[in-house]
């Protein structure tokens, strides 16, 4: 079966002809996917007959809420999807004054092993189809009636251990007779797998490029981030260096603050030292108290930016949405994976 909706409209369009039919019926089937359709007899201005060939012989894999939560703070909107396989991911629809995001996941499960992350206790299951990332803009927009202007790509996964499928989801959510959301309004984080950086750097994509750094120090970052022992974190600050000398595009750090552990003084100050040269951005993260982590958010996250600042770095503090919710990433999967006796309680 055709997995329909990671199709390019080329590669419809010649589906098209290739079943009879005029290449303008390409565009239409198109189109129809980017509305969100849960089934073809939904493409009402399609025959029946082609409809019904459309159903022989491709799928749809439309996503089902399996639970929603509601900030009653922020209005932050946190879904767990259900997918056709019986696999759980997340999305967030987070507001903000410029617009509304939408951050979503790669993966099923994640491999890289962040001690303090909840998206990779169970591991990676397997990858999302192109498909299946799209769906999760389109059903978050079509489920909350909010627009979505902007994506990120930060929820459960690695985005460069998928990139194939990940950059034919860009193409498609680009489109113009898609959703037609511009690569200045997306972001790509990961968690420092150079390979990946390296193509992205090839490609010259416009979009905003995350890198979660967390430590700036070998023996920190191997402790916290097994990824470390792959790609080092001065080679990673050298892949860094690269992507913006090739794509003038300033990356955004991501550090997630870790009471005792990548809070010093001394670690700010190495941020600085490697980051010369290029015009970084960090962003500071005010980590999640996850049960089974037993790493704890610091207490000294102003004193951190203060010394960054005093560099001349720009160091931001991340608005922490969604605290009243399962907003941390992974949590809500995980919840819900211990509930069905998936994974072992805390």
């Known amino acids: 079966m055709v997995d329909l909706k990671s199709c390019t409209l080329e590669e419809i369009t010649d ?21 969100g359709v849960r089934s073809f007899d939904e493409m009402s201005n399609l025959s029946k007959t082609l409809r019904g060939k459309l159903t022989e012989t491709c799928q749809l894999t439309p996503p089902t809420v399996a639970r929603k939560q509601v900030s009653q703070l922020d209005g932050t909107i946190k879904y767990l999807w259900e997918l056709s396989d019986g696999n759980c991911i997340e999305t967030v629809l987070m507001r903000y004054h410029h617009g509304n995001t939408v951050c979503i996941s790669s993966q099923v499960g994640c491999r890289m092993g962040c001690a303090f992350c909840a998206s990779t206790i169970a591991g990676k299951v397997r990858d999302l189809t192109p498909a299946e990332m799209l769906d999760q803009v389109l059903f978050t927009q079509i489920d909350s009636g909010v627009e979505i202007s902007n994506i990120v790509l930060m929820g459960i996964g690695e985005p460069t251990d998928n990139l194939d499928h990940v ?54 970052r191997d402790r916290i981030m097994p990824v470390n022992r792959a790609y080092d974190v001065d080679d990673l600050f050298a ?11 300033r990356i955004s750090f991501e550090y997630a603050m870790i009471d005792g552990v990548n809070d010093h003084d001394w670690q700010a100050d190495l941020i600085a030292k490697k980051l010369r040269g290029m015009p970084g951005h960090v962003n500071l993260i ?56 998936e994974i072992a309680g805390c």
């Not at 589906?15 to 509305?35: A, I, P, Y």
């Not at 972001?187 to 193509?199: A, D, E, M, N, Q």
């Not at 892949?239 to 595009?249: I, M, V």
């Open 286 to 341: 005010p980590l999640n108290d996850v049960v089974e982590s037993p790493f704890k958010p610091s207490k000294r996250i102003a004193e951190f930016q203060k010394r960054l600042e005093s560099h001349g770095l720009t160091a931001t503090v991340r608005r922490s949405l969604g605290g009243d919710i399962d907003a941390s990433c992974g949590q809500l999967r995980r919840k819900a994976m211990q509930e069905k006796g």
């Open 167 to 220: 950059l034919r989801f860009l193409e498609l959510v680009n489109h113009p007779d898609g959703l037609n959301i511009g690569m200045r309004h997306i972001s790509l984080s990961t968690c420092g797998v150079i390979p990946g950086i390296r193509r992205l750097a090839d490609l010259g994509l416009q979009l905003t490029l995350s890198v979660s750094l967390h430590a700036p120090d070998r023996e920190t």
């Open 239 to 249: 892949a860094c260096h690269d992507y913006f000398k090739k794509t003038g595009r």
């Open 15 to 35: 589906l098209m002809r290739s079943m009879g039919e005029s290449s303008f019926r390409g565009k239409q089937v198109f189109t129809w996917l980017h509305k």
